[in-house]
């Protein structure tokens, strides 16, 4: 009993529960009952393709335009309703190959007569989007929308254990089956018409198949007790709401090989319970058998095959079965109706066998395969680690900007194909793939590079192997009192891991992958030296007078007028010096000046025409010339090379820690982080080393 100051979590759950309408999900009725509802929303007969295929939709969708070509995301995938925890990044394609089969399947085209197989390296997300579809219609079954219904036989009167069973008074059907199947075939046509009649909405109530072998067994018995009033059987009958839920398995199945000693086709199909045949006097008494295996349990939903294509040859004609025809045949019975979505996922060197094996031909014409590859985004890529790995201290380690970028980066280099253009890099593939632009280069480029590959995305490093490193540098750093991962120690990582990679044996295979690590840590370099040179420059007002100059100066260049000197108050001419050193840091040459020149004009004449105000940041590349130029002219009395000694003067330590703040509100670092990476922009400096980014 609560007391006074206590709380009285009784009444926490009783609210608890009301909010998840157990009485909702826990409603019963009579036969008729249940035909009033389907005439009121006909949608809880849909099989389990039509359920599945709604499901995904209730999500809501997206589209985009990816090199010219139109993508749909589907948000399901997402994973919202769990903070995005199975979420799937990157596979938009592949996510919309497989919708379009389960929406041929639910309109009756013929795939749902196929075995959905997700075909990829491992990794890529094959298990997770299983996950995703059985948590969904788990969680679907649960709602409005995906209201589904069984039934079970009841014996209130217990005058009929002949039929149910020694002090049985309710046999629910072992396979959760649609209601409407107890109607015999031979009059179905006119019960459906009759529901149909003026319903509203494109769905229409039709069902197929027939009950599991003790429904049908019962039924008939009491068809003979009554003398065939069919009225009087269906008193016995009493429809429930079904909740589909994987623990409890009821719905969803899941398939796992096993070692093939240890393998048994009644794992899919059920088996005799020996118990019951002392009860009911035969092994033939379908009561006596257990409807549990796999496609039982499954039926109304799915079931998942791991590594589908390591099944014993038994259990593959199982398989042929149960997605050409609908049926399985459990042991001593004839064959049984199933209705539920199979999908099997398997690795690239299970599926050659597959494809080698000749006798394997039935399986593989009834087969739809989806390749999942890896992803080929570097920002799709970035998202998987970020989920698990991000910028917040994790037991006084933080995580250093561009560290899990450049994991990622690395993970992309591994999976693309070298470029068939000479003066095409992987690096600038990767980038031209994530949306960047780069000089002479189109979005029909772009067509040509996907389409010239074979095998992009089907081979390289697992995210898995990246996460694994990921983790070993975050406890090292962890161990070893350091304050920030940063992007060195991960590569490190990834480099020492290599010797011992599990899938990794060619040795010519592993040096291109330690080049692409080099490659990588250049690219970094780069990005820190470019945001140390942007912080160094980055005061506003010291930038919008060297735009101000420079913009007086082409104005007076390209009308060929005379700047006046602020200083002097004379008239000069356009400062040619002024004008190339900014123009010299973005490349552009002397005899492409007048053009650069022209374009700036022109654009700062378009703007004024739209009533706008040209700012310098508008134009990235203008912006870009202004830091470089900034920086140059700021970098010395800086002195950043002097962090790489001892001595640092008050003034120049003032103007460093300005710099770090910059580094630490632009850019993302904390005080360790922006400290190394100073450090080591500087030490960059002091050899001498110092480009500007091209």
Known sequence: MATDSGRNFTDLIGSLQ?????????WSGSFNDYLN???????????????????????????????????????????????????????????????????????????????????????????????????????????DEGAMY????????????????????VFPSPMHEEPLLVIPV??????????????????????????????????????????????????????????????????IGTFQPKDEKNQDSTELTGDLNYRKIAEYGSDSDPRAFNFDGEFNVANRGMIEFVEVLKLDVAFLYDLLGASQEHRIKPKKFAQTHIDEVIIGHTNEPEYRKLQDNEFMEALRDRTVKIDIPYITKLRDEVKIYKKDFNSRVMRGVSIAPHTIEMAAMWAILTRLEKPKKA???????????????????TEDNIKELRKETKREGLEGIS?????????????????????????FMVLNELDAGLKHHSLLQNEELKQDYRELLSIVKQEYEETIKAEVQRAISADESALHRLCGNYIDNVKAYTQKERVRNPFTGMDE????????????????????????????????????????????KTNDRLHKALELKLFEDQKDSIKLTSLVSSVVDKDTQEKIDIVKTRLIKEFGYDEISATDVLHYVASIFARGDVKDKK
């Open 573 to 616: 001419e356009a400062d040619e010096r002024l004008m190339r050193s900014i123009e010299e840091k973005i490349e552009i040459p002397d005899s492409r000046k007048d053009d650069f020149r022209r374009e700036i004009m022109n654009y700062i004449g378009a703007l004024s025409l739209d009533g706008r105000k040209f700012d310098y």
């Open 37 to 143: 509802l389907v005439r009121e929303n006909p949608k809880i007969t849909r099989n389990a393709f039509q359920r599945m295929y709604d499901m995904v939709m209730a999500s809501g969708t997206s589209e985009y335009v990816d090199v010219k070509k139109q993508i749909v995301h589907y948000k399901f995938f997402d994973d919202e309703v769990n903070d995005g925890k199975d979420a799937v990044y990157g596979a938009d394609i592949p996510l919309m190959k497989l919708v379009n089969v389960l929406r041929s399947a639910a309109l009756g085209y013929g795939t749902e007569k196929r075995v959905i197989l997700l075909h990829g390296p491992v990794g890529s997300a094959k298990s997770t989007i299983c996950r995703q579809l059985k948590a969904g219609v788990e969680r679907y079954s649960k709602t």
């Open 186 to 251: 031979e009059m179905r046509q006119a019960v459906f018409d009759e529901i149909n009649r003026g319903a509203k909405g494109d769905f229409r109530v039709h069902v197929s198949g027939e009950m599991c072998p003790p429904s049908r067994w019962i039924f008939k018995s009491l068809m003979e007790r009554y003398h065939g009033d069919i009225t009087k059987v269906l008193n016995h009958v009493r429809v429930k709401r079904l909740v589909l839920s994987e623990a409890d398995r009821v719905g």
């Open 150 to 169: 069984t039934f079970e036989w009841v014996d209130e009167s217990g005058q009929h254990e002949d039929i149910f069973g020694k002090g049985c008074r």
């Open 18 to 26: 009301k909010a998840t309408r157990y009485a909702d999900l826990s």
């Open 423 to 441: 003066n095409l890099t992987r690096i600038q593939k990767m980038k031209l793939y994530d949306g960047k632009s780069l000089p002479n280069y």
């Open 463 to 487: 995210p898995r192997y990246i996460q694994d490193k990921l983790s070993n540098a975050i406890v090292m750093a962890q161990q070893m009192n350091k304050g920030s991962v940063n992007p």
